[in-house]
């Protein structure tokens, strides 16, 4: 179970309700504990749900209801006219009304998304080789491939990289955009690296650039992340600091 497949299986949990023998719930579970981003994710979704819950709780039940739904009052016939138009008029303001509703519900109640976020999900992704959805060792190919696909594909690659075999490329997604994956062959041990690549806006908060990259540790993962024109870059490979700058020229 991927962490995609584990959002869908999650997404449907409601602290009301009894999920003991569920298999596939309990393999979804399981997998935020060891997906940090996983975690966050559903950590934000449950207290999503608690929010709506609690405005829903404080909307007042109409005086009288009850006896209205028990007790109708008889219908009453009136001439036919021609109200198309009118009805028409109304149901196009009612989705412009949900829309707007809709719109200013996801924007109130939607989480901030941190460089952290970004950089956790992508190094959780490649931390065994991942699925490819091209292989080829000419970097041209996969560039081509990505721009067909629609992800970042007119990309600023180190010449470090430029020089190695790739591996392949993969197009993914976070949250609602294209991110463009390329990974290549170490010529030292065959292992991969990996270069992601995604719009600027994803991680507005990054301000490093290509020359002074900020680096992070993710376990026995080193990351350094830059931005460059429209694009953010994050290069993640095992090793330490010293590994990562020596594939960027940065060292």
């Given at each position: ?81 021609p ?33 952290a ?34 992800a ?100």
């Amino acid at each position: 179970m991927d962490n995609t497949e584990a959002r869908s299986i999650l997404s449907a949990y409601r602290a009301d309700e009894s999920y003991a023998g569920d298999a596939r719930f309990e393999e979804a579970r399981k997998l935020t504990e060891v997906e940090p981003a996983l975690a966050r994710w559903w950590q934000e979704e449950q207290e999503l749900d608690r929010l709506i819950g609690l405005k829903l709780e404080g909307v007042a039940v109409p005086a009288g209801l009850r006896e209205c739904l028990l007790n109708p009052e008889p219908p009453v016939t009136v001439p036919f006219r021609p109200t198309w138009p009118r009805k028409i008029a109304l149901l196009a303001a009612s989705i412009v009304l949900l829309a707007v509703f809709f719109g200013s519900w996801q924007g109130l109640f939607q989480p901030a998304t941190s460089l952290a976020d970004y950089r956790d999900e992508m190094v959780s992704f490649v931390r065994l080789d991942p699925t490819l959805d091209l292989k080829a060792s000419q970097l041209s190919r996969l560039t081509a491939f990505l721009e067909e696909s629609g992800a970042p594909s007119d990309l600023n690659i180190p010449p470090r990289l430029q020089q190695m075999d790739a591996a392949g490329c993969r197009k993914l997604r976070f949250r609602g955009r294209d991110v463009a994956l390329i990974c290549f062959k170490r010529d030292d041990n065959g292992e991969l690296v990996h270069l992601f690549v995604v719009n600027r806006k994803a991680v507005a908060k990054l301000r490093a650039t290509k020359a002074d990259p900020h680096f992070t540790g993710q376990g026995e993962w080193m990351t350094a992340t830059w931005v460059d024109g429209e694009h953010a870059y994050l290069f993640t490979a095992k090793g330490s600091r010293d590994t990562v700058e020596k594939f960027l020229g940065t060292s």
